[in-house]
Every structure is written in structure tokens, then in C-alpha cells.
T-cell receptor, first 115, second 118 residues
Framework: GQQLNQSPQSMFIQEGEDVSMNCTSSSIFNTWLWYKQDPGEGPVLLIALYKAGELTSNGRLTAQFGITRKDSFLNISASIPSDVGIYFCAGPPSISNFGNEKLTFGTGTRLTIIP | EPEVTQTPSHQVTQMGQEVILRCVPISNHLYFYWYRQILGQKVEFLVSFYNNEISEKSEIFDDQFSVERPDGSNFTLKIRSTKLEDSAMYFC????????????????FGAGTRLSVL
């Protein structure tokens, strides 16, 4: 099956720092989604990307859909304490039944802010 | 904002017992999903459901698992005879709406049910 690998696996940063993480795939994705998961909660969608090369922002978050369609990155600027959590990239496989579109999730990047 | 609701938040059961995890998807959504997340691991797809039948299921979703939409609002996941390795967070998700701020192509997740099999 399609695999999504995220790096880094974990990050320890100070408040105010910028953060960059990425996601790579062994095969093409037509949609890239970035979710954040707080402890004990379900994934919450941050940004959705639909076209190769697309660059989209949501407040302090910026994500890009790689032109090869096999990668994506997420940047967070000026991190704050509530940014702590696990960030997952996800997407429906490029070959999937229309409308069903199960999501394949990445391995996750755990963000910790050091006081 | 509309949300997916899951109950209970934590379920503890003995190995071999049956459990039913409940979900109330976002109203007027058409596609429903169950995922699971073993502690410290990534979220894995279990099953998708549309038009009152399973659309797709993963290798994890074996004969011990079943899903049902009994009354038009609830969406349940049943594990017939739980095993230790079924211990995980189970997430329900739904997709497909056209009203307000809810996008039709995005899956919205519930907060999850933590299943602990002893």
C-alpha cells in the first residue's frame, strides 16, 4: 500500500521559533491534507491542498503541495504553546473508488515546545 | 460548528467480550469511516460506509468487526470478541455535506473512543 513518511519524527523548539516539517510518499497523491492531533483528541484538519505546486496558508501555517505530487511540507511561523501536538499528513490514494477516499496517514511529527 | 460525536470516550472490556462503539456523524453527511490508532502509532483506516453498505475495508477489518447505521443518525462499530491487540483509539469520521462551513470533500473526525482490552 501507499506509505507516507514524515520527518522529523519529533521536534523540540522554543516558543517563537519557526517550524518546518515534511511528508514524502512512495507514490502520487492527488490531495494532501495536514491534520493536527492534540492529546486524547481526534485529528483536526489544518490545511487541504489539491493541486501540484499549490501553496496555501491558514494563519501562521503554510503548506505546499510538491510539484512531483509525492511530497508536501508544512511550516508554522512564530510557534506558540498551543501548537504542541502531533502533525499528520494524509491523503486518499490516487487510485480509489470515487467518493470513498479512505485516508492514508503519515507517521506523524510530534512538536514539543520547550519553556 | 457541526461535529462528529463519539461515545463512550473510554471503554474497558475483558478479552473475548463484545463491544459496540458509537458515533453520531455530522448531519446530512453521506460517507462514514472508522479508523484506529494504536498508542504511539499512526492512524489506520478500517472501513468506509456509504449508502448503507461497506464501500471498502482494510485487512484489519476482519470477521470480528462489523458496522451498522441502525437509525439514520448513529454509526456503530462492533467488535464481536475482543483481543488484547484491539486496544487502541477508534476514530469515527464523516464526509459529504454542503451546508455552511462544512466542506463536502473533507473528512471530519470525532474525538475518539479509547478501547482498553484486559
Amino acid at each position: 500500500g501507499q506509505q507516507l513518511n514524515q520527518s522529523p519524527q519529533s521536534m523540540f523548539i522554543q516558543e517563537g521559533e519557526d517550524v518546518s516539517m515534511n511528508c514524502t510518499s512512495s507514490s502520487i497523491f492527488n490531495t494532501w491534507l495536514w491534520y493536527k492531533q492534540d492529546p486524547g483528541e481526534g485529528p483536526v484538519l489544518l490545511i487541504a491542498l489539491y493541486k501540484a505546486g499549490e501553496l496555501t496558508s491558514n494563519g501562521r501555517l503554510t503548506a505546499q503541495f510538491g510539484i512531483t505530487r509525492k511530497d508536501s511540507f508544512l511550516n508554522i511561523s512564530a510557534s506558540i504553546p498551543s501548537d504542541v501536538g502531533i502533525y499528520f499528513c494524509a491523503g486518499p490514494p490516487s487510485i480509489s473508488n470515487f467518493g470513498n477516499e479512505k485516508l492514508t496517514f503519515g507517521t506523524g511529527t510530534r512538536l514539543t515546545i520547550i519553556p | 460548528e457541526p461535529e462528529v460525536t463519539q461515545t463512550p470516550s473510554h471503554q474497558v472490556t475483558q478479552m473475548g467480550q463484545e463491544v459496540i462503539l458509537r458515533c453520531v456523524p455530522i448531519s446530512n453527511h453521506l460517507y462514514f469511516y472508522w479508523y484506529r490508532q494504536i498508542l504511539g502509532q499512526k492512524v489506520e483506516f478500517l472501513v468506509s460506509f456509504y449508502n448503507n453498505e461497506i464501500s471498502e475495508k482494510s485487512e484489519i477489518f476482519d470477521d470480528q468487526f462489523s458496522v451498522e447505521r441502525p437509525d439514520g443518525s448513529n454509526f456503530t462499530l462492533k467488535i464481536r470478541s475482543t483481543k488484547l491487540e484491539d486496544s487502541a483509539m477508534y476514530f469515527c469520521a464523516s464526509r459529504g455535506g454542503t451546508s455552511g462551513t462544512v466542506r463536502s470533500d473533507i473528512q471530519y473526525f470525532g474525538a475518539g473512543t479509547r478501547l482498553s482490552v484486559l
